[in-house]
């Protein structure tokens, strides 16, 4: 077992790993791009343009005919023109990583006093992945599954031992990454990759704008050894780069990093909202020269464009969100080391349903009854005569699991929200017909150990001739 992982690199992978990138070579790259596209513009266009779309201008380093196998397990194209657009033309599956190189980390590191040093290596991609999602594109389904994977979650990686997933991108990069991810998933094809880090994350947040969201409540931390200041208030506010950063890495609360992970989904459901338009494949330009030396991927450009257009224009109900289940160790119970220990049955489920994955399931997950399903109320408008009646409801309807949420919802909901936490949209859908009200998101943001989150709204309370309470904050005015 690997009870140090961060001193367990390979000497052959330490040349990827140093902490002053070659800036040069980006921009050597990104000038070729520009060239290339000048070139197209005026003169030789068919040729010209086949391989500018064809050419993969972001990728930070090439790929060994080891690692670029691991992405080329389906031999079939990920795209056609179709009128001279770029559209996908099957299900793609792409694994995204967040890292994060903090000097600390690397294999030379030397204590140095607090204050002394810059914690984050800028515009290096092989650090601990802070972020880890799968999310396959599929056109015939016309639909979006994303799934969170914790960076605790404990796994086998190749070559290295039994450590934290997150482990495998400093290990390996991407390609062991994708590797171990193909794995714990029950053998899914990862077709691209796409690696960004902390600085690129902040870069694109300021050049499209801030995002409005509900902090839910006061995040403070502070870590002189990272440079990590964290600094929010509770309440609807726009997020800019830098705080959009500290909401994305907070992880100091009782959840640790399953809270995190709720987090970056209810951050890519407001991103998804507000950002994701038609008119954003116009920006796409703009944006990739912003942070172009924050970003490795083996997507092309004409792969890159097709995932543009199609993800801009689906249905936002379309877009599905889970997180790989499972429990938090036990004190004790591997040496003393916090892991998230994956739960495989429901794991297989998820990819079953969602991702494409052809396997026998176990059969006593395939018909769940309202008998069997934990399902959580949470309050958002400080009334416990909505939840009360929500939970007579559903007591009656046959679901013998109802409980309260351990903490209510902070900000008042207009619309009921059913949680499918576990992504089991059909339960939710049945569940939300008993109730007779409420929009059905499939998330994992919901009540951890619930099946299914209901959060209260308002209108919950208009149907059942509930009176509305006026806020204490608002009568205090």
């Not at 196998?69 to 079939?76: E, I, K, L, M, P």
């Not at 309807?397 to 309260?404: D, H, L, P």
Request: glycine share 6%; hydrophobic share 40%.
């Amino acid at each position: 077992m690997a009870t140090n992982p961060i001193k367990l690199g390979r000497e052959s992978d330490l040349s990827n790993k140093s902490s002053n990138p070659k800036k040069s070579s980006y921009s050597h790259k990104w000038t070729i791009f520009v060239v290339l596209f000048v070139a197209l513009l005026s003169g030789g266009l068919g040729a010209g343009l086949a391989f500018v779309l064809s050419s993969r201008p972001f990728q930070q380093r090439q790929l060994s005919a080891e690692e670029a196998s691991v992405f080329n397990r389906n031999a079939d194209s990920i795209t056609s023109a179709i009128a001279g657009v770029p559209t996908l033309t099957r299900p793609v599956n792409i694994l995204v990583l967040g890292s994060i190189m903090l000097t600390s980390d690397l294999p030379d590191a030397q204590s140095k006093p607090k204050g002394k040093y810059l914690a984050e290596v800028d515009n290096n991609f092989n650090g601990m992945s802070d972020a880890m999602l799968l999310i396959r594109f599929d056109p015939a389904a016309k639909k979006v599954a994303v799934l969170s994977i914790p960076r605790d979650s404990r796994v086998n990686i190749q070559g290295v031992g039994t450590t934290k997933i997150n482990f495998a991108n400093y290990a390996g990069g991407a390609a062991l990454s994708a590797q171990t991810v193909s794995q714990v998933l029950g053998d899914i094809p990862i077709d691209r990759y796409v690696r960004f880090n902390v600085n690129g994350f902040g870069k694109l947040i300021d050049a499209l704008g801030d995002i409005d969201i509900y902090v839910p409540k006061k995040m403070k931390y502070q870590d002189d050894s990272q440079h990590l200041y964290i600094n929010l208030n509770a309440g609807q506010q726009k997020l800019n780069g830098s705080k959009a950063i500290q909401y994305m890495r907070y992880r100091h609360d009782d959840l640790g990093d399953i809270g995190r992970v709720q987090r970056q989904q209810a951050f890519f459901r407001a991103f998804i909202d507000q950002k994701l338009k038609p008119e954003l494949i116009t920006k796409f330009p703009e944006l990739l020269a912003i942070i172009k030396d924050n970003i490795d991927t083996n997507l092309s450009v004409e792969e890159v464009l097709a995932l543009a257009g199609y993800t801009s224009k689906i249905d936002r109900k379309s877009i599905q969100m889970h997180m790989a289940p499972g429990r938090f160790s036990n004190p004790g119970e591997f040496d003393n080391l916090s892991y998230w220990i994956l739960d495989n049955r429901l794991l297989l489920k998820v990819m079953n349903q969602n991702f494409g994955i052809i396997k026998q399931a176990d059969p006593s997950l395939a018909d769940i009854s309202p008998q069997t399903l934990r399902v959580a109320i949470q309050d958002s408008m400080s009334q416990p005569e909505g939840t009360k009646k929500a939970t007579t409801i559903l007591s009656k309807a046959g679901y013998a699991q109802v409980f309260a949420a351990s903490d209510r919802w902070t900000k008042p909901l207009a619309k009921t929200q059913i949680i499918a936490q576990n992504g089991d949209r059909l339960s939710a859908e049945k569940l939300r017909d008993a109730l007779g009200i409420g929009e059905v998101l499939i998330e994992s943001t919901g009540e951890l150990e619930s099946d299914i989150t209901v959060r209260v709204g308002k209108d919950w309370l208009q149907a059942n001739n509930i009176p509305l309470k006026v806020a204490k904050s608002a009568q205090t005015k």
